[in-house]
């Protein structure tokens, strides 16, 4: 076995992560720049590239998107390691869809293999033995836990109500989730495993956090219910690509900090700002919002003559194995071989690479922390981004609130078409709760 920590394995030099092209005008900082674009696009994400890709498209604007990474993509950055794995840089992706528009929007830029995803548990039962459990917990999951035996959404029900707490108006998540699963499915699979996620009890935090994950009463063990599911067949960072490198408006530069270089950059009619919102207002002596970051540790495996495992060539029976008790500190492994969009030789192989997951404070801002201070704090910068001239804040960091992919793109969208229309943009907030970290 070998293991790679998070700093070791993001530092890696391009040319161990292969399998997504490269233009070398990215790095060339900005040297060769035009002296004015349409749009400077602070953050090749999600948010970022929709922008530049539907102003060229639509209004043949011409954009500078640069960002302080060596990658394009954000978070959904992927590569193929150089064990031959297609993974992720800052932990799993699936993407999933109820918005025909995003479908639609993202199928122009790659093909795509369904999936549907399914979370295990390994939690200890009423007798302390561990089980390999669906989570969401649907009947298999109470079954084997604490044994329900129920066979039917009926008694599911019945054997939920008769745990649930009656609580309309819960104040906090610990409240929220007592009316949705009752005592035992919340200290098994939600309590521990919010403390680890986000540093705080349960009812430390909003009640929104712990009302976005389901108990469900049927036996679907899918993670997911939308109508679209699916896995880009190349790999995240190849839409990105798609996106934006054959396109003659869309100048990229990498390893660029938007603040350290702000006053050489070039002219513009519209900055984007993708970035976290307290970032853009630092010098005004704001707090900072608070964020849970991630740190991954990477472990490689292979099988020997004594491997007696009832999974040959992989190390767990699924992609994302949760840990929700208080026995170990990470919160899941995920095991990469599982996805159907590996590449042949890596589902070939005898190895199998596997990251341990660990949520912390310190790190890139994956997560905001939402409970009532953050929220009052995060409105006082909203109120200074309206008014702030020539710039629009587009974005999950931006807007302060954890999008799921389809929601980032179709943010991007819907911010776009105001763009387009001639209204200025400042962080959107209306599409509602998103599903929560996953």
Request: with cysteine; net charge negative; proline share 7%.
């Amino acid at each position: 076995m070998t293991t790679l920590g998070n700093d070791e394995w993001a530092g890696m030099d391009l040319s161990v992560r292969r399998g997504n092209d490269h233009d070398p005008s990215w790095f060339a900082g900005l040297n060769g720049l035009a002296d004015e674009y349409d749009m400077i696009i602070v953050g090749a994400g999600i948010s970022g590239c929709v922008f530049a890709e539907r102003g060229s498209k639509e209004l043949g604007l011409k954009s500078l998107i640069i960002d302080k990474r060596d990658h394009i993509g954000g978070n959904c950055y992927d590569f193929i390691n150089k064990h031959g794995f297609r993974v992720s840089q800052y932990g799993v992706h699936l993407f999933h869809t109820k918005f025909d528009r995003v479908w639609e929007y993202v199928n122009r830029f790659s093909d795509w293999i369904p999936y549907e995803h399914r979370v295990k548990g390994k939690v200890k039962d009423i007798r302390d033995e561990y089980q390999i459990v669906p989570i969401p917990p649907s009947q298999e999951t109470v079954n084997k836990l604490f044994d329900a035996n129920v066979h039917t959404e009926e008694e599911m029900e019945a054997w939920l109500d008769a745990r649930r707490s009656v609580n309309p108006d819960p104040k906090n998540g610990e409240e929220s989730a007592l009316t949705r699963s009752g005592p035992e499915l919340y200290e098994a699979i939600f309590k521990h495993y919010t403390h680890k996620q986000w540093d705080k009890w349960p009812e430390e935090l909003d009640a929104s956090v712990l009302a976005r994950i389901p108990v469900r009463t049927n036996r679907d063990d899918r993670y997911f219910s939308d109508q679209h599911q699916a896995l880009p067949k190349d790999g995240y960072t190849r839409i990105f690509e798609n996106m934006i490198m054959s396109d003659p408006n869309i100048t990229v530069r990498l390893n660029v900090d938007f603040f350290e270089q702000r006053a050489a950059l070039p002219k513009c009619g519209l900055t984007v700002f993708t970035g976290p919102i307290d970032a853009y207002y630092a010098s005004q002596g704001l707090p900072k919002l608070e964020y849970r970051s991630l740190r991954f540790f990477e472990e490689y495996h292979e099988p020997d003559a004594s491997d007696k495992s009832p999974h040959p060539g992989f190390y767990q029976p699924c992609l994302q194995l949760n840990y929700p008790g208080p026995e170990v500190d990470f919160t899941r492994i995920v095991e990469y071989k599982h996805k159907p969009n590996q590449p042949a030789e890596a589902k070939q192989s005898k190895g199998t690479v596997i990251f341990k997951e660990y949520s912390c404070d310190v790190g890139e801002p994956y997560y905001p922390v939402p409970n009532p201070a953050n929220r009052e704090l995060y409105e006082r910068y909203q109120a200074l981004a309206k008014d702030e001239p020539g710039v629009c804040f587009v974005g999950r960091l931006a807007s302060y609130k954890y999008f799921n992919m389809d929601q980032a793109f179709l943010n991007a969208l819907e911010c776009w078409d105001e763009v387009k229309a001639g209204g200025k943009v400042a962080a959107r907030t209306e599409l509602g709760e998103p599903d929560g970290p996953k």
